[in-house]
């Protein structure tokens, strides 16, 4: 896997010219990527002969999934020989952003949506994560709106519906983090938000004055109700609003206003 040391500790065993084990060799051995992209070697990449044999323990290589790579093993005066060997992906260490959060109005749900991936150290997707849970928290008490985390699936952690209420024209950070890797982050600055127009259901009496709704009620915003002739004005956290106190005969006017904090 990469980025761990391999399962099979490598041994490079020396021999004379007439295939007689060199007991007493004491050259070190050198392991060395010597083709493939973007590899590297893991551990300690040289070993001393002991008895002619010099044992590479905790050696591993670092690459990319699915790609070849040669390890040439050599020594002074000696012939080298190689193996070639195609890592897999490894053990989750990084958060990788791949599609950054975008299109945010305050109080509105991001056109585009944040779209993350669990990689390894040589940042190859680790499709094996179904289990890794990110969670998304926001610089300058933005308040996040939707649901704040996701679930791996195969390695990828999907959000729909996420948005922000926050300071419209100031940078906010949004920081996507999970146990034990290293967390991922952008900025992202909020436009200005959509105005509201409050629209009604049709009002239902009651004993001593009536009830309505607002259709398009929202609790981003903050709701102001008032009515003429004494009448007593109450909106419910669902947008009901419940008139009363109402003398026979007598209606009442309301003014409603929706102003976005």
């Known amino acids: 896997r990469s980025g761990s040391a391999f399962t099979t500790v490598p041994q490079i065993t ?6 007689n084990i060199v007991s007493n060799a004491v050259l070190p051995i050198t392991a060395s990527i010597t083709s493939g992209v973007g590899g590297t070697l893991v551990g300690t990449a ?10 590479f323990t905790g050696l591993g290589l670092s690459g990319v999934a699915g790609s070849a790579y040669t390890i040439t093993y050599s020594a002074t005066g000696l012939n080298p020989v190689t193996e070639t060997l195609t890592p897999t992906p490894g ?17 509105s749900v991001f056109t585009v949506q944040p779209l993350l991936e669990l990689r390894d150290s040589a940042g190859n997707l680790v499709s094996t ?26 390695g990828v952690m999907e959000f729909t519906g996420l948005g922000l209420l926050g300071i419209p024209n100031v940078p906010i950070t ?21 105005a509201l127009t409050p629209t ?10 009536f009830e309505l709704s607002i259709s398009n009620y929202s609790p981003l915003f903050a709701w102001t109700v008032t009515g003429t002739n004494s009448a007593s004005v ?4 669902t947008g009901k609003i419940t008139v009363t106190n109402l003398q026979p005969g007598i209606s009442s006017a309301l003014t409603i206003s929706a102003q976005r904090p």
């Open 14 to 19: 020396i021999y004379d010219v007439e295939g």
């Open 46 to 55: 040289s070993a001393t002969p002991s008895s002619g044999v010099a044992t």
């Open 91 to 107: 053990n989750a260490t990084q958060l990788a952003l791949t599609t950054q959060a975008s299109g945010g109005r305050t109080g």
């Open 129 to 154: 994560d179904n289990a890794t849970r990110v969670t998304m928290t926001a610089s300058n008490d933005a308040r996040i709106l939707g649901t704040a985390s996701s679930i791996a699936n195969a």
């Open 174 to 194: 949004l920081t996507f983090a999970a146990t034990g890797v290293t967390a991922a982050t952008q900025s992202i600055t909020l436009q200005e938000g959509l």
């Open 200 to 209: 009604f259901t049709a009002a239902t009496r009651t004993e001593d004055g």
């Open 234 to 237: 109450s909106i419910s956290k």
